[in-house]
Structures are given as structure tokens and as C-alpha cells.
């Protein structure tokens, strides 16, 4: 397997720029839903090993890109495990007719604690996010076990986690994106990401607006290190390198923007913290090797210990 150049979703300045610049109305003043703290003792009671069986579990489904049989599968197991620990489910089904391969149907799945707000016109503090969909390719069977299983089994057990704590829970909105990964080769301005961008129009039009986001992405190898957006703010940049030298989570930045999820979010103003695995010195990325086999509890815990600390330190 050929390792993936630096080149790949590493934007050049126009692409970055027409990224970072489009994006849906801003807030007005006083509509963010106020964001407190939550508490620190919480980011003890992740297991990465109950992350892990998530991940297994999503994985057995087989492939999950937009509108499969597998996707299908993940949807009713993610609505099963949300409820079983008091969450709340709501699909976001659109379609878009004018994506590179013609008409898709996307489907993203938010959830929210029944003991936070019912009102879905009207936000949490937080908005916490993954993308659920596998990269369709054709030529082999890619399962996505790290690019979009891991988030997914981190976002599952997160969910566990603050359902013990229903005052934290309730500032929490979890969405699992469809249509991250690009039909083509690599996510464009015109290719992925959709999924993303029409929540953050969704979100936009909502009556109040979250207050942070956080996207997590490719978090299940601990063999190689993890970057955080460069485009936070200061603060989400100092607080976050201070809980992953806590967790042990090996965190660093990246030479250049990287184009994910996060990024709609964060064009709608919602300052975003952006945590994802090197993908590119990871020689399985997009290739057949991405199953269990490169997936370790350890990765899956050090991420949700850090995303749990981060919500028990940062002031926006």
C-alpha cells in the first residue's frame, strides 16, 4: 500500500480559503445557548473498552456509505444503544440532486438526553459530532473501522458516560454525519462534507445556537499521533494540549488546515475543536487494511477521556 501524500485533504490556500471563508448566516448577538462546565470526575468513567465493542459492533455491518444496507443497519443499532441509556434519536434525512455521481439520499442521526432540551428549533450548549458513512469503492470492501467506526464508538460511549450525570448530559447535542467521505477521490468544495453542511445550515436557522462544537474523526489508532485544528481558538488550543498531556492522548498540530467536518460548523461562527488521527501516515487510509485489526481501546479511551476533560476546563 502506498502511503498517503501530505498533498491529500492538506488544502492549498485557495481551496482553504474558499472553505474557511462560504459558510450559512452568522448568530445574532444573545441567541448562543450558555455553556458551563461540566464535571471533571466524568472523563474517569470512559471505557475504551466498551468504545471498542461499539466500533466491532458498526464494523460487522459491512460497508456504510450513503444509502446502503450497512449504513441502514448502523442507523437502527446507534437509535437502539442511544435509548437504552436515555437518549433521545432524531434522523435528518435530505436529499441533494446535484452531487458529483447525480441525486443521493443523505441521512444524519442526532441525539439528545431526555433531560436536556426537547425543542429541537432550539440548541444545546454543545454540539459533539463524527461521521458514521464508510467511503464507497468499488473495487474492494472497505468496512472503515478508524475513518468513521472509531468517532462512532467514541460518540456511544461518551453518551453512556454523561447519562450519569443528567445536568451535564442535557448540555449535549451528539450528530452522526452522513456523506463526509467524497464520492470522487477527495473531499471538495463540490464532494463531501454533506452530511455536515446540511446541519450547519440546519443549526443556523435554529431559534438559539450552540455555543462549541467538537468533530472527532480517525481516533482509534494509537500508533500514530493526533492533530487538533489550527484554527481554533486560543483557548480551546491551550486547554486541550493540557488534557491530552493528561490522558496521554499524543496530540500535535497540523502543518495546514484539514478539511472536515468541523468545518461548516465552524462557518456558521461556532468556535470548533477539531480532534483527528494522522491519517496521513496511516498506510490502511481509504485502503483495504482499515478494519478491527488497526482499532486499539486504548486510542478510543485516551480520545474520550481528553473530549470530557476538555468540556470540564474550557471557557468559551
Not at 448577538?29 to 473498552?49: C, K, M, N, Y
Not at 454525519?177 to 452530511?195: M, R
Not at 486510542?299 to 474550557?314: C, N, V
Request: aromatic share 10%; with cysteine; proline share 7%.
Amino acid at each position: 500500500m502506498k502511503r498517503v501524500p501530505l498533498a491529500i485533504l492538506l488544502v492549498v490556500a485557495t481551496i482553504a480559503t474558499w472553505f474557511f471563508t462560504r459558510g450559512p448566516k452568522q448568530p445574532e448577538i444573545g441567541t448562543r445557548v450558555p455553556f458551563e462546565v461540566i464535571s471533571a470526575d466524568l472523563a474517569g468513567q470512559f471505557s475504551g473498552e466498551k468504545a471498542y465493542g461499539h466500533v466491532k459492533s458498526i464494523v460487522d455491518f459491512g460497508p456504510r456509505p450513503p444509502g446502503s444496507e450497512g449504513y441502514e443497519k448502523s442507523l437502527v443499532y446507534l437509535e437502539a444503544a442511544f435509548a437504552q441509556i436515555g437518549w433521545t434519536t432524531r434522523r435528518q434525512t435530505f436529499n441533494k440532486a446535484d452531487t458529483v455521481v447525480g441525486a443521493k439520499s443523505f441521512t444524519n442521526l442526532l441525539a439528545r438526553h431526555s433531560a436536556g432540551e426537547r425543542d429541537w428549533n432550539r440548541s444545546t450548549p454543545v454540539v459533539i459530532g463524527g461521521h458514521l458513512d464508510s467511503k464507497l469503492i468499488d473495487s474492494f470492501k472497505f468496512v472503515g473501522a478508524n475513518d468513521g467506526g472509531s468517532s462512532t464508538g467514541v460518540i456511544l460511549e461518551l453518551a453512556r458516560v454523561l447519562s450519569t450525570d443528567p445536568a451535564a448530559a442535557a448540555k449535549v447535542e451528539f450528530v452522526l454525519f452522513d456523506g463526509e467521505e467524497a464520492f470522487l477521490q477527495d473531499i471538495t468544495p463540490t464532494d463531501g462534507l454533506y452530511g455536515s453542511k446540511y446541519y450547519a445550515y440546519a443549526i443556523s436557522n435554529r431559534a438559539t445556537w450552540p455555543s462549541l462544537g467538537i468533530v472527532i474523526d480517525l481516533v482509534g489508532d494509537s500508533r500514530h499521533g493526533f492533530y487538533y485544528n489550527p484554527e481554533a481558538p486560543p483557548s480551546f488550543a491551550t486547554t486541550v494540549e493540557k488534557v491530552a498531556a493528561e490522558t496521554g492522548l499524543q496530540l500535535k498540530r497540523p502543518p495546514g488546515p484539514i478539511i472536515d467536518d468541523h468545518v461548516p460548523l465552524q462557518n456558521t461562527g461556532l468556535p470548533c475543536l477539531h480532534l483527528i488521527g494522522d491519517f496521513m501516515n496511516m498506510p490502511y487510509w481509504h485502503q483495504p487494511g482499515d478494519t478491527m485489526e488497526v482499532i486499539d481501546a486504548k486510542a478510543l479511551e485516551q480520545t474520550g477521556r481528553t473530549t470530557l476533560k476538555f468540556l470540564a476546563e474550557i471557557k468559551p
